[in-house]
């Protein structure tokens, strides 16, 4: 099975930083996820790294190590409409995708 | 474009009760997958499907039921509910089974067993 670690919650300020970690240990490693999910609604993808490094989408990056089985999403210039949660998930040997419990983010103003 | 649709939105159900969440997308993915969200302990694969005609069991399987009859349609039921079926379920697609794509996800229903 798969066992995915991300903290519970982080607070920040609006226009700031944040950078949401994700360990995982799993039999075999297809790729990593990132979704958000805001309260009340479905996930919605944001993205995916099978190799090693830094995938930069606009505001959002996200960094794998396979080695070390850590990843992490860095949000940038925060918005108040970033409050979410964000899911780490994890494909392995069996293509299935495992999550996290998830990280839940509140921007303040 | 509707992509993937659920019903319904919500539900309270008697315990014992047969109930079929219903799940349709229109994007002619491959890959289906019913999950289930409760706090604090993410989402968890109840039961998927690669392709159209076949099923596999998930992490949490028991108590529920799937089928693939054609591609568009992959409805769970859970034969005699219990209130540890109370959650919120999603339906989710990908064009593909082998991993690396991009699940799309339907708007959920939230269940009450009681």
Redesign the interface.
Known sequence: ?QNIDQPTEMTATEGAIVQINCTYQTSGF??L?WYQQHAG?????LS?N?LDGLEEKGRFSSFLSRSKGYSYLLLKELQMKDSASY?C?V?SND????????TTVTVRA | IAGITQAPTSQILAAGRRMTLRCTQDMRHNAM?W?RQDL??????IH?SNTAGTTGK??VPDGYSVSRANTDDFPLTLASAVPSQTSVY?CASSET????G???????TRLTVL
């Open positions: 099975g297809n790729g996820f609604e479905a996930p919605t993808f995916y099978v899911l998930a494909t293509y299935k995708l495992s999550f996290g419990a998830g | 997958y999950y604090g302990l993410g989402l968890r694969l998927y998930g992490e999603f089974s082998g991993g690396a991009e699940q799309f996800f339907g708007p959920g």
